[in-house]
């Protein structure tokens, strides 16, 4: 390592002062995906019968392919879940690195004395955008929380980042 790249070496070894993984909610578990596309299979395939029994034997086809797009529409949107945000501050950097659901990764280092954080707020819904702001650039961050949870990590960041500001922490040894 040569003497110049020091800051780079300070940087591994700062405390972290606020760390954040933010990943997209997905309400539906795999226990419960098993379920509904049984309940859905199930019911899909006794109305074809019943269509088929009737005469009317293409529509058992369209019962099939129902429960087939279905399944597509979930696994589609379970594979997007693979997507996540990490937020990093210590007293030097706020790290901010976004990782799509295909592993695709952007990273911003910003100095967290020159960040504030910004509230795009609708009346009734509560906050829908939070964005960092620095040299007057904007950054969306917490896109996959919902207005509380975004309320809640905007005060958790706004936090550090004020403690950030304050510069790193020392405590006097006797």
Do not use: C
Not at 14 to 40: K, N, Q
């Amino acid at each position: 390592m040569a003497a110049d790249n020091t800051s780079a070496h300070n940087a591994e070894l700062e405390p972290t002062i606020f760390s954040a993984v933010i990943t997209p909610h997905r309400s539906l578990g795999r226990a419960g995906f098993l379920i509904l596309m049984a309940v859905f299979g199930g019911i899909s395939f006794i109305a074809g019968i019943v269509f088929f029994i009737a005469g009317a034997w293409p529509v058992f086809g369209f019962f099939g392919l129902d429960v087939a797009l279905l399944y597509w529409a979930f696994r589609l949107n379970y594979r997007s879940a693979g997507a996540y945000e990490e937020v990093t501050v210590t007293s030097s950097t706020l790290t901010v690195r976004k990782v799509s659901h295909r592993g695709a990764a952007r990273e911003w280092v910003l100095n967290p004395l020159w960040v504030k954080i910004a509230k795009v707020t609708h009346e009734e819904y509560g906050i829908e955008h939070l964005l960092l702001v620095s040299r007057g650039k904007q950054l969306a961050v917490a896109n996959f929380l919902g207005p509380d949870e975004k309320a809640s990590f905007a005060q958790e960041l706004g936090n550090a980042l004020h403690q950030a500001r304050r510069g790193p922490a020392r405590t006097v040894l006797e």
